[in-house]
């Protein structure tokens, strides 16, 4: 048996059987995430805390050595912030919200992959690997679940796969968690050849020369001891079934019944129901209500279909999003032929890898951007200034635009983005925007009505910032300075201008320090205020909070999380 830091051997064998080596291994990097609940300055609560063996597991509690995510609960989707997914038909009854990129030392052909959770377990929805080519393949997907407030281990059974990896990819759906969850450490446990089906001894790709599985590994097979159970809170399932799903199941959609019923009614005199003698319009109609995956299925039934399908009156909105995992350059090009009339596009998550290049979204724009309103691209490593200014050259209808994590834009590329002159939404966390371009885009979008600055460290005066959207952007009504640490009482005061603001998040804003009068000023001129995050700015009194509670009546979500002066008194207020 070999030990090191992040990688262990070990034999399962006995006289008679042909040695299998089991290489198991924690993760060596990240290279890519969707959020962090840290910052890049710091390690704490970060990404990087998932590297390595675990550190703090099987001890429980929050922890800032573990691996963090931005979000948690229904209350995310509440907020005044929130954003609706496009093209909603092609979500599937799984829907993530995070992802992290884990990079380990020895490619391997897996046989587990053990989770460790030391706090709010149960969000991990699926787990994907990378073969050599980076083309993606699904071990294993499932629900979230509900389990004790307890230390875990999650291990699912995981699919076979014909090919070795060394990269994973975790989704999370943490919707139903009612704080944050944390990660400590992800192992790997795999074989350099691949292993023989326990009870059919055969591997899936029949061209694969592997030794044969000894009686020992057959037994482990056999009785699946290798997978550790996932931990599920029975009662809690049951009860979470039959308190929401089973109205989502039972609620019917009055527009859908209506289709269906006008079909129902329109046979042919044999009897028999066909969609031949429906008209064209009525078709359409229904397609309208089919996923992506679907339109590509009718598509291939018969020219007909075909056409029907590809109407470019399907594809005002594109959410290619939940297809991240297949989304190419090929692709791209492929449905661009029916996005004439294109209006909300969905590309966050793509085309990693070089799946797909600056290029090849260059192309797509140029063809299919000019009725554009609304477009995200976050954690897209292809979005460089090449196509920020195609985005401002071609789009000047753009509403909405979400960069988040695109860290290949720079200044040249967000000074471009001044010539919008209507965007009302715009995301830029941990981008690497400077204050000059910021200001300009604030300056040229008087419309703006949401912006998120979340995490973006390279914004050297946020008071500055706080200013401009005051002098230029009567119509805000959320923002978000994440742990940006150069915003002051004076930036915070200045906010009481817009008056429209009913979101503000100044968590680990640690400049803001003692706030002095700006709270007083922001309750003031902000009475329409919902959501308010204060975490953790420790010189904050139950003094600074007293204006909000008498100045904005429809507060319903309050941070004040290690506010270490504030009294029980004032929460219950």
Known sequence: MVDDDKLLLFDVSNSDDTDIVFIEQFVQSVIGFSSQYGSDVSISYTAYN???????????????????????????????SRTLPFMPQSLGKIISQDFIDLLFEEAVYPFRVSVYETYNPGSVVRIWAADHENHWRLLWEGEPQKVDHTPMIFSPVIETINSPTRLLRLEFDHSHLEYYTELDAVLLVGTKEPIVNAETHQVPSHDLIVPPVGKLTSQILQHNIHNIPPQIDIPNSIVNFLEEELPQLLKGTGEVGQVLSTFNKVTLSTGAESFDILPDETVLKIFGYLSLLSLCRCAQVSRRFHDLATDSQLYTELNLKVYWYCVTATALRSVSKQCLYLQKLDLSWCGDFNHIISEDFIDFIE???????????????????????????????????????????????????????????????????????????????????????GSCGHISNMDDVAQTLAAYNKELVSVDFWKTYSLTPVGVKALHKCQKLEEVDLGWCGGVGAPGDSFRSLATGCPCLRKLFLAALRSITDRDLEPFIEHCPALEQVDLMGGHSITSDICVN
């Open 367 to 453: 063809e299919c951007g000019g009725h554009l309103t609304h477009l995200r691209l976050n954690c897209c490593k292809f979005a460089d200034n090449y196509c920020a200014m195609k985005v401002a050259e071609k789009c000047k209808n753009l509403k909405e635009l979400c960069l988040r994590s695109c860290h290949n834009i720079t200044e040249l590329g967000f000074q471009s983005l001044a010539s919008l002159k209507n965007l009302q939404y715009l995301d830029l966390y941990r981008t690497f925007i400077d204050l000059g371009p910021l200001k300009a885009i604030l300056k040229s979008s008087p419309q703006l009505k949401h912006i998120n600055m």
């Open 50 to 80: 998932i590297i390595g063996k675990p550190s703090k597991f099987p001890d429980y509690g929050d922890f800032p050595q573990a691996f963090v995510m931005r979000t948690y609960g229904k209350w995310w989707n509440e907020a005044p």
